[in-house]
T-cell receptor, first 115, second 114 residues
Framework: DGGITQSPKYLFRKEGQNVTLSCEQN?????MYWYRQDPGQGLRLIYY???????QKGDIAEGYSVSREKKESFPLTVTSAQKNPTAFYLC??????????????FGPGTRLTVL | GENVEQHPSTLSVQEGDSAVIKCTYS??????FPWYKQELGKGPQLIID?????GEKKDQRIAVTLNKTAKHFSLHITETQPEDSAVYFC?????????????FGTGTRLTIIP
């Protein structure tokens, strides 16, 4: 899991409530990512951020929001607009250098269950 | 965009035998191919990666091969051990607006039979 922490490990929420998942890294990485993992599927990119105060939508951004106010933190909010939010959420970080793809390192994940 | 297909979805091998997992990708511009191992309830951990300027890379019992012409890459685990049981994901990266973007396969559940 390297220097990436995600909290909480398990999260339960009622339908219609917004919920924020925490992701912190002490690797001094510039780039951070949020993925969603469902059974039988690969990881799908929700949002990513290359640098503080900047972020871009991934493949499945609808119903999610993020912020990047600090280099080490990239919280993800699952809003009530997300139609099927129950899933395993993974945060990752990397240190991309121009023209060279860098390895992404993952946190331990947060399992969100919406009741 | 990139599409990564991974086979097989499940694989059972006898302890000590070899395991091979194969992936194909669609974007000829992809140039970085990592493999991750994920244990139950945990985040994926990088086990090996390869860049498009090499054809093979080995790290002890693990090796990855890349065929750029055919656009496929494979993970080879030799002398398998019970602790190798996990889900393995391949991925391919292509630059998106200057960033790398990993596209993942759907995973292979590897079971080592003692």
């Amino acid at each position: 899991d390297g220097g990436i922490t995600q909290s909480p490990k398990y999260l339960f929420r009622k339908e219609g409530q917004n919920v924020t998942l925490s992701c912190e890294q002490n690797l001094n990485h510039d780039a951070m990512y949020w993925y969603r993992q469902d059974p039988g599927q690969g990881l799908r990119l929700i949002y990513y951020s290359q640098i503080v105060n900047d972020f871009q939508k991934g493949d499945i951004a609808e119903g999610y929001s993020v912020s990047r106010e600090k280099k080490e933190s990239f919280p993800l909010t699952v809003t009530s607009a997300q139609k099927n939010p129950t899933a395993f959420y993974l945060c990752a970080s990397s240190n991309p250098i121009a023209g060279v793809v860098d390895t992404q390192y993952f946190g331990p994940g947060t399992r969100l269950t919406v009741l | 965009g990139e599409n990564v297909e991974q086979h097989p979805s499940t694989l059972s091998v006898q302890e000590g035998d070899s395991a091979v997992i194969k992936c194909t990708y669609s974007d000829s511009a992809s140039n970085y191919f990592p493999w991750y191992k994920q244990e139950l309830g945990k985040g994926p951990q990088l086990i090996i990666d390869i860049r498009s300027n090499v054809g093979e890379k080995k790290d002890q019992r693990i090796a990855v091969t890349l065929n750029k012409t055919a656009k496929h890459f494979s993970l080879h685990i030799t002398e398998t051990q019970p602790e190798d049981s996990a889900v393995y994901f391949c991925a391919a990266s292509s630059f998106l607006t200057g960033n790398e973007k990993l596209t993942f396969g759907t995973g292979t559940r590897l079971t080592i039979i003692p």
